[in-house]
């Protein structure tokens, strides 16, 4: 469970497993007043600008201690938390993850693009999903193989 930091109002300690610490919206209680946190573990519904504040207080809101590295996972696309974050955030760099889909391809070099507008680099791409193995020994690719394309550019 989230538990309050004694650094003051509103602040929490982050949930810690072997050493790393995580906080999701989904870890807070619909108790908890977080608007859109969702009831008796639904989904939680928010529009873009609302998102992005509680992105932000979750991320401002906890107490983390001494960090080496901070890793936030955003939903895909260019929308109000993305902005937010930019805007309201000191951060070092991006790093886009995307399937080799055409259509995920396209949406993580709106990313890239949107991301290096706002002053913020690109360290690295990684492909995920690309392909599994079967017992039988077939190797499948079931978005494509378009992330080499895609790197080419």
């Not at 600008?49 to 906890?62: C, D, Y």
Request: charged share 20%; with cysteine.
């Amino acid at each position: 469970a989230v538990r309050q930091s004694p650094l003051g109002k509103g602040m929490v300690y982050p949930i810690e497993h072997k050493g790393v610490k995580l906080l999701s919206l989904g870890f807070v209680s619909s108790k908890s007043g977080v608007p859109g946190s969702g009831q008796d573990g639904g989904a939680a519904v928010l529009r873009g600008p609302m998102a992005g504040k509680v992105v932000t207080q979750l991320l401002k809101g906890t107490d983390w201690g001494q960090l080496d590295v901070l890793i936030l996972d955003l939903p895909p696309g260019t929308g109000d938390v993305q902005l937010t974050l930019c805007q309201d955030i000191d951060l070092s760099g991006a790093v886009g993850v995307t399937t080799p889909s055409k259509l995920a391809i396209a949406d993580a070099r709106k990313g890239i693009q949107m991301f290096s507008e706002l002053g913020v680099p690109t360290l690295a791409m990684v492909e995920n999903m690309a392909y599994f193995e079967c017992e039988g020994g077939g190797i499948h690719f079931p978005f494509g193989k378009g992330f080499e394309e895609f790197m080419d550019e």
